[in-house]
């Protein structure tokens, strides 16, 4: 069955803490054995995404269904904040789906309920996926979710724009800040003010904080799930975002908050208002879709010496510890994950594939802004993998988004509402254990 966005009970953000470590002891222990069954089974699988996702999820699905006759899959989907509020009342109640697409911004607080299975007790081959794609689903070193795909953190120029206005690309082997905002004030004025040169930079997801943390030389966590970071890295980011605003160079601190709002498909880059802006590398079919023009993912600036770039998951499969099917929803993960056939289907709607053969396999048949963002990965020099993000730090970005917009309309200092950032996580985290 499919769960309509309209139909969804709403109970919040913080919808997760329902979910007690009461209700849940034990799960993992008295978990059903993982063996295939010979007769009729039905299996749960829910998932979040727009129409697109839907449709090429349950075209997977039948494929699914059609090389195992015996496993129906009941499928539930949800727009993201659906989703997780749907996600938690079902785990509350004993009830979570069999399957699970995950996000890195829960899976701790998931994994540390007891609500999910360790996947290496499990069939799913992992020999495909590099081992520090793998490593992005592990929590306390156990394997909690399969990385499904990969998305970096780029910056995106309309190469039309840019074109139009006379301003020449950047080298983005050799660029720094200082050269972007330089080029985002270029692109303002030779326009005539007709776009902006830049949408905001950083401040309203995680993969940004986490490349700003990074390039100082920090990191947002640390192993015993505490926040790391500096506030002077979060604080230069903003201050960047402030100059630039002043100059001209970057949209207005209202104008940002509209353009994230319209979503990745209508946000100010989408709709031509600006040549530069930032995105995930997998997004860029849809961004080319909604511009009609020829856009070029760019290296970030990085410091001398320093590594921040990083793969990012764009999602996991996790199977629930109440799952009285696990093998069989280890199949349907294996299946989405591994398979040519799967793969083809949903191409890069879910990232770039985190299976290398799959990859390779459908590479040719993408369309060319996908094949750009597999040679944009391939081309990044990367760090060390990010520890996943702790249990409490689900609302991560919806804290960061709070205190970027303030910061962005002059309501606070960047240094104090960095510092205000870091105690605020620190404390829904402290909250969770």
């Given at each position: 069955?499919?769960?309509?966005?309209?139909?969804?009970?709403?109970?919040?953000?913080?919808?997760?803490?329902?979910?007690?470590?009461?209700?849940?002891?034990?799960?993992?222990?008295?978990?059903?054995?993982?063996?295939?069954?010979?007769?009729?089974?039905?299996?749960?699988?829910?998932?979040?995404?727009?129409?697109?996702?839907?449709?090429?999820?349950?075209?997977?699905?039948?494929?699914?269904?059609?090389?195992?006759?015996?496993?129906?899959?009941?499928?539930?989907?949800?727009?993201?904040?659906?989703?997780?509020?749907?996600?938690?009342?079902?785990?509350?109640?004993?009830?979570?789906?069999?399957?699970?697409?995950?996000?890195?911004?829960?899976?701790?607080?998931?994994?540390?309920?007891?609500?999910?299975?360790?996947?290496?007790?499990?069939?799913?081959?992992?020999?495909?996926?590099?081992?520090?794609?793998?490593?992005?689903?592990?929590?306390?070193?156990?394997?909690?979710?399969?990385?499904?795909?990969?998305?970096?953190?780029?910056?995106?120029?309309?190469?039309?724009?840019?074109?139009?206005?006379?301003?020449?690309?950047?080298?983005?082997?050799?660029?720094?800040?200082?050269?972007?905002?330089?080029?985002?004030?270029?692109?303002?004025?030779?326009?005539?003010?007709?776009?902006?040169?830049?949408?905001?930079?950083?401040?309203?997801?995680?993969?940004?904080?986490?490349?700003?943390?990074?390039?100082?030389?920090?990191?947002?966590?640390?192993?015993?799930?505490?926040?790391?970071?500096?506030?002077?890295?979060?604080?230069?980011?903003?201050?960047?975002?402030?100059?630039?605003?002043?100059?001209?160079?970057?949209?207005?601190?209202?104008?940002?908050?509209?353009?994230?709002?319209?979503?990745?498909?209508?946000?100010?880059?989408?709709?031509?208002?600006?040549?530069?802006?930032?995105?995930?590398?997998?997004?860029?079919?849809?961004?080319?879709?909604?511009?009609?023009?020829?856009?070029?993912?760019?290296?970030?600036?990085?410091?001398?010496?320093?590594?921040?770039?990083?793969?990012?998951?764009?999602?996991?499969?996790?199977?629930?510890?109440?799952?009285?099917?696990?093998?069989?929803?280890?199949?349907?993960?294996?299946?989405?994950?591994?398979?040519?056939?799967?793969?083809?289907?949903?191409?890069?709607?879910?990232?770039?594939?985190?299976?290398?053969?799959?990859?390779?396999?459908?590479?040719?048949?993408l369309p060319e802004a996908a094949q750009a963002a597999i040679?944009?990965?391939?081309?990044?020099?990367?760090?060390?993998?990010?520890?996943?993000?702790?249990?409490?730090?689900?609302?991560?970005?919806?804290?960061?988004?709070?205190?970027?917009?303030?910061?962005?309309?002059?309501?606070?200092?960047?240094?104090?509402?960095?510092?205000?950032?870091?105690?605020?996580?620190?404390?829904?985290?402290?909250?969770?254990?």
């Amino acid at each position: 069955m499919t769960v309509s966005k309209k139909s969804l009970i709403r109970f919040g953000a913080l919808a997760l803490a329902t979910i007690t470590a009461g209700s849940l002891a034990g799960c993992s222990a008295e978990s059903a054995p993982a063996e295939l069954s010979d007769g009729p089974v039905a299996i749960s699988f829910t998932f979040w995404g727009g129409d697109a996702r839907v449709q090429d999820t349950e075209e997977a699905i039948a494929a699914f269904e059609a090389a195992h006759d015996n496993i129906t899959v009941e499928v539930q989907s949800a727009d993201w904040t659906g989703y997780w509020d749907q996600l938690a009342t079902q785990t509350a109640a004993g009830e979570m789906p069999d399957l699970v697409q995950m996000s890195d911004l829960y899976v701790s607080s998931y994994a540390d309920r007891g609500a999910l299975r360790d996947l290496e007790e499990l069939d799913i081959d992992t020999a495909k996926i590099d081992p520090a794609v793998l490593d992005l689903g592990r929590v306390g070193g156990t394997l909690y979710g399969i990385t499904h795909g990969t998305g970096m953190y780029a910056l995106v120029a309309n190469v039309d724009l840019f074109e139009k206005y006379g301003v020449e690309l950047p080298d983005d082997d050799t660029w720094s800040w200082d050269d972007y905002a330089q080029i985002a004030q270029e692109l303002t004025e030779k326009s005539g003010g007709e776009i902006t040169g830049s949408d905001q930079t950083g401040g309203f997801d995680v993969h940004g904080l986490r490349y700003w943390i990074r390039s100082a030389g920090g990191e947002l966590f640390d192993e015993d799930g505490n926040v790391a970071m500096d506030p002077e890295a979060l604080a230069a980011m903003w201050q960047f975002e402030l100059d630039l605003q002043e100059s001209g160079g970057m949209l207005s601190a209202s104008a940002i908050t509209e353009s994230f709002n319209a979503g990745i498909s209508g946000n100010a880059l989408a709709s031509k208002q600006v040549a530069l802006g930032v995105a995930t590398d997998n997004q860029l079919t849809a961004l080319e879709e909604s511009t009609g023009s020829e856009l070029r993912l760019l290296k970030l600036p990085e410091p001398e010496g320093v590594k921040p770039a990083f793969f990012g998951p764009t999602m996991y499969w996790s199977v629930a510890s109440t799952s009285e099917h696990p093998a069989e929803a280890a199949l349907l993960a294996d299946f989405l994950a591994n398979s040519q056939e799967a793969g083809e289907i949903i191409q890069t709607e879910r990232g770039l594939p985190a299976n290398g053969d799959v990859r390779a396999a459908i590479s040719a048949e993408l369309p060319e802004a996908a094949q750009a963002a597999i040679e944009y990965e391939e081309s990044v020099e990367t760090g060390d993998a990010p520890l996943v993000a702790p249990n409490g730090a689900s609302t991560l970005e919806t804290i960061l988004q709070r205190y970027t917009q303030e910061v962005l309309a002059g309501q606070q200092a960047p240094l104090d509402a960095a510092e205000a950032f870091a105690a605020e996580l620190q404390s829904e985290i402290d909250n969770a254990r």
